[in-house]
């Protein structure tokens, strides 16, 4: 029998209860390569009928982690962020996604300031995995039609992130409770 969602969000809840950091994401990114090789669940959550925009397959009550399906339309390319005190963990279904990560090179101590430093750049291809831990500052860039599956340790929404801008080397807190905010494009 095919590894599903029943079978990949017990596996998931049990490696984060507690969670204890990168071994977790780790055992969460293997769980998510497992359930992204059943040609059932892609079909259905990602396959050519899916409906375009973020769908939520699970949100777990006692954890909070979420599984989610991206079904993108046109392609993008996110400013640099983070996922606050959250982690994420991506799955390529179709198509691919370019992971950047960053190293932030100053202190910290000018408010609105940020200088970053890319320090890592691969690819997910169908079937892969990565993640990104609490804090972390990254950006994803996709082409029209990718699809990809994503695990948060919450609703994203819900968090507040930084953006970051390189070329100004500025940084704003995006705040889910202030309306009318571009928090969007911090969220990929």
């Not at 925009?53 to 046109?74: E, K, V, W």
């Not at 819900?158 to 905010?181: C, D, F, H, I, W």
Request: charged content about 30%; some cysteine.
């Amino acid at each position: 029998m095919a590894y599903g969602v029943e079978d990949f969000c017990r596996d998931c809840k049990s490696a984060i209860d507690g969670y204890r950091g990168k071994a977790d994401l780790d055992a969460v990114r293997g769980y998510l390569e497992k359930l992204l090789k059943n040609e059932a669940f892609l079909n259905e959550h990602c396959g050519p009928d899916a409906e375009v925009g973020t769908h939520t397959l699970y949100r777990d009550p006692d954890t909070d982690f979420m599984l989610l399906a991206h079904i993108q339309d046109a392609g993008r390319t996110s400013p640099p962020h983070d996922h606050g005190a959250s982690w994420a963990v991506y799955g390529q279904a179709v198509g691919w996604t370019d992971m950047t990560e960053y190293d932030r090179k100053d202190d910290g101590s000018q408010k609105g300031k940020a200088e970053l430093e890319v320090s890592r750049k691969y690819r997910l291809e169908p079937g892969m995995a990565g993640y990104f831990p609490p804090h972390a500052v990254h950006s994803i860039h996709f082409p029209d039609k990718a699809r990809f599956i994503r695990v948060t340790g919450t609703d994203l929404t819900q968090v507040a992130t930084l953006r970051y801008n390189m070329a100004e080397k500025s940084v704003n807190e995006v705040n889910p409770n202030r309306a009318g905010e571009a928090a969007g494009a911090a969220r990929a």
